[in-house]
């Protein structure tokens, strides 16, 4: 298998690709493994899902020779083909949890999808990014509503065009990653123990916020709704923890330290 999905005592979901021979690039088969995996994760009652990869680089994007077979193939086979791309950036990006991608060393085309997916995204020092898909003659489609979400339309006006390769440190001016380390595994423990301390179910219900409120017009309609969405989490039974805890001045239940 070269997607395994590990979930730890905490309850939080690791979802790692295994494949450093071909620098973790994607072909069909890679594909419907992710798929199937994250919608697998996506129905677990857990706290958060990392995504990452084992070896050298995170992705190359897509697999060459699967980028061969493709070219032979008719427009119909193309259109099918990168609909399951599309389903993929999708079931992602459409996570429930809270998810986490770590990044490092390359992370070329398709790759970018990925991380623009993904809520918090951390890149290691030595990590590159490169929307190649136009030196190839193709261009970014399927990823590009997730990528420009993520960088803006004016900095995809660059990018995009130009294909050229960038570093960790613009990744996080552009505001494709939160943050570069030079330990994942430190930033990992970090993110995580974060993402514990909060009432999960707040959590959950602050990323489903977002989508609800991004890009909207602040107009009657979207104030009681946002109205109505504090009032249901605050006579929610975590709610009524949460405001508990934090008067009696003890840890929530959900904390791990509550819990030892």
């Known amino acids: 298998m070269s997607v395994t999905l590990n979930i730890t005592k905490s309850k939080v979901a690791i979802l790692e690709l295994s494949r450093p021979e071909k620098h973790n690039a994607f072909n069909a088969e890679i594909i419907a493994e992710l798929i199937k995996t994250i919608e697998y994760a996506n129905e677990l009652d857990v706290k958060a899902l990392v995504l990452k990869t084992q070896g050298k680089h995170f992705s190359a994007g897509a697999d060459l020779a699967w980028m061969k077979s493709m070219a032979d193939n008719n427009y119909e086979e193309n259109v099918a083909d990168s609909m399951e791309l599309a389903k993929l950036m999708h079931v992602l990006a459409s996570s429930p949890h809270p998810t986490l991608c770590l990044v490092q060393g390359a992370a070329f085309g398709g790759a970018l999808g990925l991380i623009a997916c993904c809520d918090i995204a951390v890149a290691a020092n030595d990590a590159k990014f490169c929307l190649s898909e136009v030196k190839l003659g193709l261009i970014p489609a399927v990823i590009s509503p997730y990528v420009i ?28 990653i939160h943050e570069v380390t030079d330990n994942l595994g430190e930033s990992e423990t970090h993110f995580i123990e974060l993402l514990l301390n909060n ?14 409120v991004a890009g909207k017009q602040i107009e009657d309609a979207l104030i009681k709704h ?26 929530p239940n959900w904390q791990p330290a509550a819990s030892e």
């Open 226 to 251: 946002t109205a109505k969405r504090i009032a249901e989490i605050r006579v929610s039974e975590e709610g009524q923890e949460g405001l508990s805890a934090f008067f009696e001045k003890r840890a």
């Open 199 to 212: 009432g999960p179910m707040a959590v959950k219900s602050a990323k489903a916020l977002i989508e609800e």
């Open 149 to 176: 979400k993520a960088i803006g339309e004016r900095q995809a006006r660059r990018y995009f065009l130009t294909a050229e390769v960038f570093k960790a440190e613009k990744a996080l001016e552009l505001g494709l």
